[in-house]
């Protein structure tokens, strides 16, 4: 399991980077991560801070706006 974990930050990373195409597969991963993200939050409170990095959310964002449009 921290095998596919890895696996979903580092194809997020690497498209924030340049390092590959923002695709389906990068939008695939930041929904499993934001949804593991928001499970960990619900267990404790100590968590409930934790939030992606702006450039994390500009990606995000784009995926909303190319869903929208």
Not at 11 to 35: H, K, M, P, W, Y
Not at 52 to 60: D, G, I, N, T, Y
């Amino acid at each position: 399991m921290l095998e596919g974990e890895w696996n979903h930050c580092r194809i997020v990373g690497e498209s924030l980077n340049g390092e590959r195409e923002v695709d389906e597969q990068t939008f695939a991963s930041l929904a499993i991560l934001s949804e593991r993200l928001e499970r960990l939050s619900g267990l404790d409170s100590v968590f409930s801070e934790v939030e992606f990095s702006p450039a994390v959310q500009e990606l995000k964002s784009q995926r909303n706006a190319v869903t929208v449009s």
